[in-house]
């Protein structure tokens, strides 16, 4: 694209997306980590390209990070995300039900789940723990409110 594009001195811009990793250490403090996570995965309602698609962690820092993620969602939006003004919505049908059958294929375990509600587009922040490289939250970039 680039190469033909500068045949004709067109400016161009190439977003190549791809999945956008966390790492988080045992030794990082779980819960500004889980506010950094969970701060990014909500711009936009985590549609775009710049929003954490997935999070690693150590075997013994897993329980607390997810601890901590759980008690940032609620700090962040409440007890019910779907009433926080904090929260958007997916832009559209085709994008919500894109996100909905990724999650009717993961084999990820489901440690939160915020809700669905088609008629408005909302799509509550999910958090997936055993995840594995062939799951169906790693084919592509999410573009959504699901954390694997």
Not at 54 to 68: F, G, I, N, Q, W
Not at 75 to 100: A, C, E, P
Request: include cysteine.
């Amino acid at each position: 694209i680039m190469k033909a594009a500068a045949e004709h001195l067109t400016p161009v811009t190439l977003e190549l997306g791809g999945k956008c990793p966390t790492f988080v250490d045992s030794s990082s403090d779980m819960y500004i980590t889980a506010n950094r996570i969970i701060a990014n995965k909500a711009q936009n309602t985590g549609q775009q390209c710049i929003s954490n698609d997935y999070v690693m962690c150590t075997r013994e820092s897993h329980d607390k990070l997810v601890a901590a993620l759980k008690t940032s969602i609620e700090t962040f939006f409440g007890k019910d995300m779907q009433q926080s003004h904090d929260w958007g919505r997916i832009i559209n049908t085709r994008h919500y039900d894109r996100l909905v059958k990724i999650l009717e294929k993961t084999k990820g375990r489901c440690v939160f789940d915020a809700g669905r509600d088609r008629t408005t587009l909302y799509m509550g922040l999910v958090v997936l723990t055993d995840v594995t490289t062939d799951d169906a939250t790693m084919e592509d970039e999410i573009f959504g409110p699901i954390l694997p």
